[in-house]
């Protein structure tokens, strides 16, 4: 097999399987992302997230992660839910935390994809990732073709928009690569403005620091009183910049089943979320991106936006 079927072999597995796109790039280091990721670290727009400040080189250098890499293949997996539970008066959640954990849901197709190469190809070595490991995922997935990057920092895509979680394959396969397409947000400043705790300083630049997100996943202490009334009801991740991008018109709904919301999370009341308790968490968030915050994170998130 050459190098043009092991590629189309690898992107009809990838269809098969239910991903919505598949790109290919060249296994190298990333020249152009170090000086800006040394920047963005300079800044301190990291926040407390100070695991983003390890492993500098391997962020940069697939090769580091999988010795011998030659191709790096950039998966995008749908996850734009039938109904957004966010636009009503209660509580919101980020729509990639309805369902169960992307983590095992993607990385069961992924494993499952490198099974199969590697049942037609022969042995092949290489890792698969979902947002696991030091990847610089939006870069790869730009590199290869699946979209560009944001203004809000975020891969766009023209046909589906950004409501899609990425996941890579890097492996010592040769395979054809893909090429970058052009950016599309044009002079559109949807997501800077909307943005309620001014996150976006300057196009393409997110500060985590400051991202409702990152307040309400990440920071583990108290949430600073500077941030006050601007989460519009947002108790884990947001969606805002998302949610008023152009792009996101494209959006389809996902077909996993494993991602849509379960009848409790559905049925969850304002005053459902203010009561929660420990045994009612742990059954609507048994498998869910929400155990992150733990109860007390979510209990002090939920006051928050309350208090």
């Known amino acids: 097999m050459n190098s043009a079927q ?16 598949c790109g290919i790039s060249k296994a190298e280091f990333l020249a152009d ?67 169960e954990d992307y983590h095992f849901v993607v990385k069961d197709k992924l494993k499952t994809l490198f099974d199969k190469l590697q049942e037609q190809v022969g042995a092949v070595e290489g890792r698969v990732f979902v947002d696991s490991a030091p990847v610089m995922e939006r870069a790869w997935a730009k590199r290869s073709g699946l979209g560009w990057i944001g203004k809000n920092s975020l891969l766009l895509n023209k046909n589906s928009g950004s409501f899609f979680f990425l996941a890579e394959i ?41 991202c409702i997100s990152y307040f309400t996943i990440e920071l583990k202490e108290e949430i600073p009183v500077t941030v006050k009334g601007k989460f519009e009801n947002w108790i884990f991740g947001c969606d805002i910049c998302q949610d008023v991008c152009p792009w996101n018109r494209f959006s389809k709904p996902h077909h996993e089943p494993r991602f849509n919301a379960s009848v409790e999370l559905q049925s969850m009341t304002q005053a459902d979320w203010k009561e929660i308790t420990e045994e009612i968490f742990q059954k609507v968030f048994k498998d869910s991106p929400v155990k992150r915050t733990k109860l007390e994170g979510l209990k002090r998130n939920i006051r928050f936006v309350t208090e």
């Open 6 to 21: 092991q590629t189309h072999l690898v992107k009809s597995l990838a269809a098969e399987l239910g991903f919505s796109y």
């Open 170 to 210: 890097i492996l010592d396969l040769e395979l054809e690569y893909d090429g970058p397409i052009k950016d599309y947000c044009g002079t559109c400043t949807a997501c800077m403005d909307a943005c309620p705790t001014d996150a976006i300083p300057e196009p393409y630049v997110v500060d985590g620091s400051k």
């Open 33 to 99: 992302e170090a000086p800006r990721l040394e920047e963005w670290l300079r800044r301190s727009y990291q926040g407390k997230m100070s695991y983003l400040e390890n492993y500098f080189d391997k962020r940069l250098d697939p090769t580091l992660l999988v010795p011998g890499a030659k191709s790096v293949i950039s998966l995008m997996y749908n996850y734009f839910p039938e109904k957004d539970f966010a636009t009503d008066s209660s509580f919101k959640i980020a729509k990639y935390a309805y369902g």
